[in-house]
T-cell receptor, first 114, second 114 residues
Framework: AQSVTQPDIHITVSEGASLELRCNYS??????LFWYVQSPGQGLQLLLK??????LVQGIKGFEAEFKRSQSSFNLRKPSVHWSDAAEYFC????????????FGAGTTVTVRA | DGGITQSPKYLFRKEGQNVTLSCEQN?????MYWYRQDPGQGLRLIYY???????QKGDIAEGYSVSREKKESFPLTVTSAQKNPTAFYLC?????????????FGDGTRLSIL
């Protein structure tokens, strides 16, 4: 079964600074990988996804993520954060085709200071 | 606009009472899901449904029940057998059930015990 670890529970970053959120997955084959963002009291919004091909994936809101098979990682980055990026971020991994299950990490809360 | 509507936004349950959370989607998606979110634990799958009149248990189905009588609707009942129901409940849908299909989320229902 697949699993996801997000090592950082909480990150504080200054507005305008860069942001990197870590995600490590466990899965035997090429996984399907997703990053979602959740604002307080809201549902999850898809930021980006990786299935195959180019290992650097561009998403919405200026986010990108890089798939590194050798490190079993799918880290999310943004070059310059805005106050509106304060939220909780979830990494998720899917298994093989025909399997319904998405496994979510525990999430990383991002605080943006002025 | 297409999307997922969850209602109510807040719900209170008395001891021994069953309560039902509503989830409606107009995305014409086949698959629908219910997740439970607790602080620091990410999302855990309660039930999912691939087609009308069919649903499967997820990881934490005990104390919950669902129905899928219409493609658009996937209500979740939290029964009195669920001893710790206080949580944030999220409904999601996807075009198909495969794990490479991004899931779209509603804005959630927060359930509390009176």
């Amino acid at each position: 079964a697949q699993s996801v670890t997000q090592p950082d529970i909480h990150i504080t970053v200054s507005e305008g600074a860069s942001l990197e959120l870590r995600c490590n997955y466990s899965y035997g084959a090429t996984p399907y990988l997703f990053w979602y963002v959740q604002s307080p009291g809201q549902g999850l919004q898809l930021l980006l996804k990786y299935f195959s091909g180019d290992t650097l994936v561009q998403g919405i809101k200026g986010f990108e993520a890089e798939f590194k098979r050798s490190q079993s990682s799918f880290n999310l980055r943004k070059p310059s954060v805005h106050w509106s990026d304060a939220a909780e971020y979830f990494c998720a991994v899917g298994g093989p085709l025909g399997d319904y299950k998405l496994s979510f990490g525990a999430g990383t809360t991002v605080t943006v200071r002025a | 606009d297409g999307g997922i509507t969850q209602s109510p936004k807040y719900l209170f349950r008395k001891e021994g009472q069953n309560v039902t959370l509503s989830c409606e989607q107009n995305l014409n998606h086949d698959a629908m899901y219910w997740y439970r979110q607790d602080p620091g634990q990410g999302l855990r799958l309660i039930y999912y449904s691939q087609i009308v009149n069919d649903f499967q248990k997820g990881d934490i189905a005990e104390g919950y029940s669902v129905s899928r009588e219409k493609k658009e609707s996937f209500p979740l009942t939290v029964t009195s057998a669920q001893k710790n129901p206080t949580a944030f409940y999220l409904c999601a849908s996807s075009i198909g059930r495969d794990s490479n299909q991004p899931q779209h989320f509603g804005d959630g229902t927060r359930l509390s015990i009176l």
